[in-house]
């Protein structure tokens, strides 16, 4: 008799499992019956039409200990049946315990056969009802296995427990710290970064800036923004470096450019006035300039600086209070945005921020990653020396995980009901008993031994008591 299930055969009569994956050797049909062919039908060790994934080789180790332990338990109740058979008639003495311990274990040991062939299929073929409760009840068994899950992993005292017991923080610095742990953690980040940027298009980009930042940015007032920030700026004196600066690139021009400052002096000289003089009074302007950027450049407290000051400061006010400025720079801000240079402008910043940011990720001995390695290896360090930092990010990944789950536990759950609704019901049963079927026949067999031990202490309580 082919000892393959019924059901399977009927299911899944003689033929390959599905067509070969490009590039993979073709999928022949293993012969009907054999351990492969059923392994295949039950989805093997790729993932089949049901999701069920396994592997081959278990999968046929598994059955051979299941058909091993079937053996097993159906010979001790052939045994059972056999002593019963031939210890027939004799009601007294050792053999009238042998017959009732005998008989007893062939009720226990069928008893049981019903219960564990229950739970997968019919016994005998027959509809009995509640039989088959793997097939007919797995939309119930995945419920409930969510919502088992749900109560017991996915509460809040548990996931915190948990997260804290396994302290990740402190794992992951002594991870980091490890020989070339730091460098292999850089050089993925890296390798991941440079691999995004180029696989963002240039026109989704401009389609983000033009349908999304600059809408926005025209709605948004920014007036009163940039009065607080110019006015925040110049009291923190964030801004006297960039007038240094200014002054500084002037005076170099003013140097490299004295032929050219003095000719545009004189063209404005009345035409009356001689060569000569005009040619004096510009020299005399280029080294006053000169002179005027220097005292400016060198004195903190020099008068322009306090008038350009005291200049930023009420326009940092009137930005902030006075409708009429505000009105103005609202009026300038629509001017520059709407101009179609502005898109131009920002797509070449993003392409050559992109394009610098991509070359520095990409030299594996450039300064990036070097810098990367030692603030990692320095973060770790920290993190190592520093418990209370440690339970502060701990603490953090705790209300983190926590809230994911929160907000997202329910989806991951309902994972568990989506997918066993979607696997058929005899498939499902025959995987479930190819998991845990040996375990099952001991039942069988424990049912057996024990009936048969609890037949002969009734025995012998009916031999002790008088009729």
Not at 120 to 141: D, V
Not at 263 to 277: C, D, E, F, K
Request: proline content about 6%; some cysteine; charged content about 25%.
């Amino acid at each position: 008799m082919d000892p393959t299930p019924q059901a399977t055969r009927e299911r899944d009569p003689e033929r390959p499992t599905g067509p070969a994956e490009p590039g993979t050797a073709p999928v022949t049909a293993p012969e009907p019956g054999t351990g492969a062919a059923r392994a295949g039908r039950r989805g093997g060790g790729s993932g089949g039409p049901l999701g069920f994934i396994g592997d081959p080789t278990l999968d046929a180790q598994r059955r051979s200990d299941l058909r091993r332990m079937r053996l097993v338990a159906t010979g001790l109740l052939v045994l059972a049946a056999i002593v019963y058979v031939l210890t027939r008639g004799h009601d007294d003495g050792f053999l009238g315990f042998v017959n009732a311990g005998a008989e007893a274990s062939m009720v226990g040991a069928c008893a049981d056969w019903f219960a564990v062939t229950a739970l997968f299929r019919h016994p005998l073929g027959l509809p009995i009802p509640h039989t088959a409760l793997i097939p007919r009840k797995k939309e119930m068994i995945g419920k409930s296995l969510e919502e088992f899950v749900s109560e017991n992993f996915m509460r809040e005292d548990i996931i915190r427990e948990r997260v804290l017991d396994a302290e990740p923080t402190r794992r992951a610095a002594e991870w980091a710290l490890a020989p070339g742990h730091a460098k292999r953690l850089v050089d993925e980040v890296a390798t991941v970064t440079v691999h995004a940027l180029h696989r963002i298009p240039d026109d989704d980009v401009r389609a983000v800036i033009e349908q999304a930042v600059l809408p926005r940015l025209s709605q948004e007032p920014v007036s009163s923004l940039l009065g607080g920030l110019l006015d925040q700026v110049v009291r923190d004196e964030a801004h006297v470096g960039l007038v240094d600066l200014a002054l500084d690139e002037v005076r170099v021009w003013l140097v490299d450019n004295e032929d050219l400052f003095e000719s545009l002096i004189t063209q404005r000289a009345p035409s009356w006035v001689p060569t000569a003089v005009n040619d004096l009074v510009a020299r005399k302007i280029h080294v006053e300039a000169l002179k005027w950027l220097a005292d400016i450049r060198g004195d903190s407290r020099h008068d322009v600086r306090i008038a350009l000051d005291k200049l930023l400061i009420d326009l940092a006010d009137d930005l902030q209070h006075d409708p009429v400025t505000q009105a103005k720079a609202e009026r300038l801000k629509e001017r520059v945005l709407s101009h179609p240079q502005v898109a131009d402008t920002a797509m070449s910043l993003w392409v050559s921020l992109r394009a610098v940011v991509v070359a520095a990720l990409e030299d594996e001995a450039g300064p990036v990653r070097a810098r990367a390695v030692k603030e990692v290896t320095a973060l770790a360090d920290r993190l190592l020396a520093d418990a209370d930092l440690r339970d502060r990010i701990d603490a953090r990944i705790c209300d983190a995980t926590v809230y994911a789950i929160d907000r997202y536990g329910t989806e991951l759950t309902r994972i568990i009901s989506d997918t066993v609704d979607r696997w058929d019901g005899k498939e499902t049963a025959e995987r479930v008993e190819l998991q845990v079927g040996r375990d099952l026949q001991f039942i069988r067999i424990n049912g057996t031994l024990v009936g048969g031990l609890i037949g002969m202490l009734i025995h012998a309580v009916s031999v002790v008591l008088p009729t």
